[in-house]
């Protein structure tokens, strides 16, 4: 089943304590993304990659690192996580040479940040 | 001025009836536009694209205004399975970065 998996669903943690939450797709998708949603703010996106080791920034890259050392994956990193990055977060993915905004997403992951 | 706005609704509306929204963008240089839906607490999935020319599916109607930049979603015949939030896309000002407007929430009722 064509797919995007994200790792954990559910995560609380504290400040300070860096995390990774973890995105695999089965599609062989080149172009995959992260994006946060919060209430009222609607989906904003964090950092995108257009191929192996391809990286760019989104609207909301600040406090967050990315890395897309093989294709299928593309894992998100909070290096020191703080309370205003609770949220809801999506990974997406979709054909490169295709258009590139038909997205796939994953189920999300809600993070709470105490 | 948010890049892409949307009116968040809440649309209520009978089953039956035909409900339209409207999404306003800031940036001329954008290419490409869709709709997304989005049930509650679940992932975003594309309900279509939107074409210069128009474009149906079923009972769904998008259309995109260059001259006013705007996008619209027109939902006939509406269904208790329509309920969800509908979130509007724009993209292409940098090939690969896209900006999601807030949401419309609609809700249909018996």
């Known amino acids: 089943e064509a797919q995007v998996t994200q790792n954990p669903r559910y995560l609380i943690t504290v400040t300070g304590k860096k995390l990774t939450v973890t995105c695999s797709q089965n599609?062989?998708?080149?172009?995959m993304s992260w994006y946060r949603q919060d209430p009222g703010l609607g989906l904003r996106q964090i950092y995108y990659s257009m191929n192996v080791e391809v990286t760019d920034k989104g609207d909301v890259p600040e406090g967050y690192k990315v890395s897309r050392k093989e294709k299928r994956n593309f894992p998100l990193i909070l290096e020191s996580p703080s309370p205003n990055q609770t949220s809801l977060y999506f990974c997406?993915?979709?054909?490169?040479?295709?258009?590139?905004?038909?997205?796939?997403f994953g189920p999300g992951t809600r993070l709470t940040v105490t | 001025r948010k890049e892409v706005e949307q009116d968040p609704g809440p649309f209520n509306v009978p089953e039956g009836a035909t409900v339209a929204f409207n999404c306003t963008y800031s940036?001329?240089?954008?290419?490409?536009f869709f709709w997304y839906r989005q049930d509650c607490r679940k992932e975003p999935k594309l309900l279509m694209s939107?074409?210069?020319s128009g474009n149906e599916d079923g009972r769904f109607t998008a259309q995109l205004n260059r001259a006013s930049q705007y996008i619209s979603l027109l939902i006939r015949d509406s269904k208790l399975s329509d309920s969800a939030t509908y979130l509007c896309v724009g993209g292409g000002t940098s090939y690969g970065k896209l900006t999601f407007g807030q949401g419309t929430i609609l809700t249909v009722h018996p």
């Open positions: 599609m062989n998708h080149e172009y």
């Open positions: 940036n001329s240089a954008s290419q490409s």
């Open positions: 997406a993915s979709s054909q490169r040479d295709r258009d590139v905004y038909e997205q796939y």
């Open positions: 939107v074409y210069s």
